[in-house]
């Protein structure tokens, strides 16, 4: 199973994005008046989320229940992050419409507030000869210490 970073945008019309735990999108999708169920069809769809992320700085409802739904990591970022933030976040990449802006760049925030743990926890993955890179990386975001989730996978607790 995948491992990956979920940034949600709900509203009239709601967007999901999805990026492993390289930083690379996965996808993206867009749908007007929808339900918990559509978010958690969609995300399943992509892969198994470690972090939901809005870019909103308190999450609504709706996010926090799908981080509760998939026990997932809540990362919401220090402030609303602003359009002209997004703006430039995104400039480089391709999306269909704002509200897949927004949950991209929301991805993107959580993903880069941990990626200097996830550079370091590949790298002693791969000292270590380690296969199940994003097995650790996923366990470390949740809370684990490196040594933790290395014995969590020798003794079979792998996450879901």
């Not at 509200?99 to 996830?118: G, I, P, V, W």
């Given at each position: 199973m995948r491992h990956i970073i979920v940034g949600v945008d709900t509203g009239k019309a709601s967007s999901i994005a999805g990026i492993d735990l390289n930083g690379r999108v996965i996808g993206t999708t867009t749908m007007k008046c929808v339900g918990v169920s559509w978010f958690v069809n969609k995300i399943k769809e992509l892969g198994s989320p470690v972090v939901i992320a809005t870019d909103k700085k308190r999450a609504n409802q709706t996010v926090a229940k799908l981080a509760a739904i998939f026990d997932s990591v809540l990362f919401t970022p220090k402030d609303d992050i602003s359009v002209e933030r997004?703006?430039?976040?995104?400039?480089?990449?391709?999306?269909?419409?704002?509200?897949?802006?927004?949950?991209?760049?929301?991805?993107?925030?959580?993903?880069?507030?941990?990626?200097?743990?996830?550079?370091?926890?590949?790298?002693m993955a791969r000292e270590e000869g380690i296969d199940s890179i994003d097995e650790i990386k996923a366990l470390v975001i949740k809370k684990s210490s490196f040594k933790e989730a290395r014995l969590g996978l020798h003794n079979g607790r792998f996450i879901r």
């Open positions: 997004k703006e430039v976040f995104l400039s480089m990449k391709k999306v269909s419409n704002l509200h897949e802006r927004d949950a991209l760049t929301a991805a993107f925030t959580a993903y880069n507030s941990y990626s200097n743990k996830l550079n370091q926890v590949e790298r």
